[in-house]
């Protein structure tokens, strides 16, 4: 009746289950994950082997499979139910948890029912073989019409075990609870030790291609000790109810091998193929995660490091270095790269004693390098970027072997431990970026550069003309050219003086930037009032732009030495070149006259809202180089309030500005 029973039992979850298989497939043919599909056919090839097995026509060996297959069935089931109350929030009512693990319960109360069926469909099969003796069988004793008792059958002796201890497990020739337990469960933890100790290697070898040779290695040394493993295991169990064990835990040993095959494949998939595929790229020299350019300054002064630190950057940044005795900085522009890499180039720098310095992007592991200078500086634009360390199908045991190995290093190189807790909770895939203070704070840098100390393309000219042409190729300098024929050649020229005189590119710039200077004056007088509106606005966002940086660079921006394309925001530096651009190629206008009277009434106007020593700093030079933090809040106040002004008004104050 039993057997009957969950025939008819396993053949409706059979139908349930098709439902989800072919649920699981649509989801995976639109794109979803392979699991589910995989996991759809795990739950239904058991019912399918037990349905099978408790019919009329089975054989022992049918049985045997199904009952394995549903301990491997029942080990599931052990998992889902552990790992759902480990997943398990904090705050999860006692009526949440049980309503998780009721189903799974009841899955596994249909378990032991298919079980006992197999083992009842197990009895009558042996009961069947015991009865159907042939007469070839009856053995007769003479003078005697009663047939004896058969004879019984010897079980086959098992061959002595030969050869070393590793080949007699392999042959399944050890014992059972030897095989399991010992050269299984022992092996598989020892294993499980070993393995999150590869993450301190991270700080053992200066080569990463070494490194990935030896986590190669050790990934198939591991794959082998658990084939090796499984294999004496299943073949043992073969052998255990002939040693007089019992075939309950024969079966029980091969479905405990079979969910370490499965666990095995998931990890190859999940884990270590992916790490495999990485470590043999870089075993190779093929580093797929980007490029890096080096090369030295055109003064000499510095190298530039420009790109991803990728496998063997290090060594090319060293080459560079040592053919560029006269360098004493690192210029870097970096989005991060291998954490091995940034390390061994940090402790380069260290040795040398060179500066770090940063215009564009230095994340990562490129901060390992910026922390190692000497002096330590970036632009106000210069973004400096922190995370957890990542690799490709890192499991979580080595990702939190790197993720503390890059926290200690923070913490050796000085950081406060708050600072540090914020990287280890920045994910991988996304970057925290702390605030200028912060960075000061915490010493990460040691100064802001105001201005840029970078050679950039205009110390990389090779004459005047090529340096005229290449300005004419920016819309600013073209609308200048255009509105003051010669005017580029002209800068060209004067920057081109500075260069022959061994000057840097930052007073290049300044020498070009001074002929555009010399022509604004004359192009705001002509300008229309709503043009000097819009100038007048973008000055406003500017010195704010400047004060937020600091007084330095509130004082450096009113006096126009402020690099203002390294200092200010990305979208300032852009609305500033349109604002000029949009002035230089506006027709002049005739200014039209104002009554002086009534532009200094509303001059007063706009001055109003000043306390003294901002009035007085804005009007008197002397006071103001004295007072910068008043000068610099009174700008603003002042070009906020012509912003804001009514038309007349405004006009009247923008002739006294620029027109009179």
């Known amino acids: 009746m039993l057997v009957r029973g969950m025939r008819m039992v396993n053949t409706v979850l059979i139908g349930v289950a098709a439902i989800g298989l072919l649920a699981a497939f649509e989801v995976w043919r639109t794109g979803g994950a392979i699991y589910s599909l995989l996991g759809a056919s795990i739950w239904l090839a058991p019912l399918f082997l037990t349905r099978q097995a408790l019919g009329q026509n089975a054989n022992a060996q049918a049985v045997r499979t199904a009952t394995i297959a549903n301990f491997v069935l029942m080990g599931f089931c052990g998992v889902g139910l552990l790992g759902g109350f480990v997943r398990g929030e904090a705050g999860t009512t006692a009526n949440a948890a049980v309503a998780r693990a009721v189903p799974v319960l009841i899955f596994a109360g249909l378990i032991v029912l298919n079980l006992r069926a197999l083992s009842r469909r197990t009895q009558d099969l042996a009961l069947a073989a015991s009865s159907a003796i042939s007469p070839r ?120 091998v079979l969910l370490g095959v499965c666990a095995a494949v998931g990890q190859m998939v999940t884990t270590y193929g992916p790490e495999l595929r990485e470590f043999a790229a870089l075993a190779m020299g093929r580093d797929a995660i980007g490029e890096v350019d080096v090369k030295p300054s055109p003064n000499g002064e510095a190298v530039i490091v420009w790109g991803t630190l990728r496998e063997g950057s290090a060594k090319t940044v060293l080459k560079v270095l040592d053919r560029t005795p006269s360098a004493r900085t690192l210029i870097l522009n970096s989005n991060g790269g291998r954490l091995l890499e940034g390390r061994v180039l940090a402790q380069a720098v260290r040795q040398r004693g060179l500066n770090t310095y940063v215009e564009g992007e230095c994340s990562s592991a490129c901060t390992y390098v910026l922390m190692a200078g000497v002096d330590r500086a970036a632009t106000p634009n210069a973004k400096i970027g922190f995370h957890r360390a990542s690799f490709s199908g890192m499991d979580s045991a080595v990702e939190g072997a790197a993720v503390k190995s890059m926290l200690d290093y923070y913490r050796k190189a000085g950081l406060p431990e708050d600072f540090v807790r914020r990287v280890s909770t920045t994910p991988a ?91 604004m004056p004359g192009v705001l007088r002509q300008a229309s009032d709503d043009a000097l509106t819009e100038f007048v606005k973008l000055l406003a966002a500017e010195t704010n732009a400047a004060r937020n940086i600091g007084v330095e660079a509130c004082s450096h921006f009113l006096e126009g030495t402020l690099d203002t394309s390294n200092a200010l925001p990305p979208v300032l530096v852009e609305e500033e070149t349109k604002t000029i651009v949009m002035l230089l190629n506006s027709p002049p206008q005739k200014p039209r006259q104002q009554d002086p009277y009534m532009a200094d009434a509303m001059m007063r106007v706009a001055l109003q809202n000043l306390t003294k020593d901002q009035s007085r700093a804005l009007t008197d030079k002397a006071f103001g180089a004295r007072q910068p933090e008043a000068r610099c809040e009174a700008t603003l106040k002042f070009y906020r309030n012509v912003a804001a002004m009514p038309r007349p008004a405004q006009s009247a104050v923008l002739w006294s500005m620029y027109r009179r």
């Not at 580029?488 to 000057?503: H, L, P």
């Open 137 to 256: 069988d009856a053995v007769f004793t003479i003078g005697s019409d009663v047939p004896s008792a058969p004879a019984a059958v010897s079980q086959p002796a098992e061959p002595p075990a030969r050869g070393r201890y590793v080949m007699r497990h392999w042959r399944g020739q050890l014992s059972l609870p030897v095989s399991y337990w010992i050269n299984g469960t022992l092996v598989a933890t020892l294993l499980g030790m070993a393995l999150p100790a590869l993450g301190k290697l991270f700080g053992v070898s200066d080569s990463l291609r070494q490194l990935a040779m030896f986590s190669i290695l050790a990934i198939c040394v591991v794959y082998l000790s658990w084939v090796w493993s499984f294999v004496g295991i299943w073949r043992s169990a073969g052998r255990h109810a002939m040693r007089g064990g019992s075939t309950f835990w024969a079966y029980a040993a091969r479905g405990s």
């Open 429 to 519: 895939d996304t970057v925290w970026y702390p605030s200028r203070e912060e960075l000061l704070r915490t010493r990460i840098l040691t100064r802001v550069a105001l201005r840029s100390e970078a050679p950039g393309m205009l110390m990389q000219v090779a004459s005047r003309d090529a340096l005229a042409a290449r300005l004419k190729t920016s819309p600013l300098y073209r609308a200048f050219d255009q509105r003051f024929p010669g005017a580029v050649d002209r800068a060209a020229e004067r920057a081109w003086a500075v260069k022959t005189r061994g000057g840097t590119d930052t007073e290049m710039g300044a020498a070009l930037r001074g002929e555009l200077k010399q022509a």
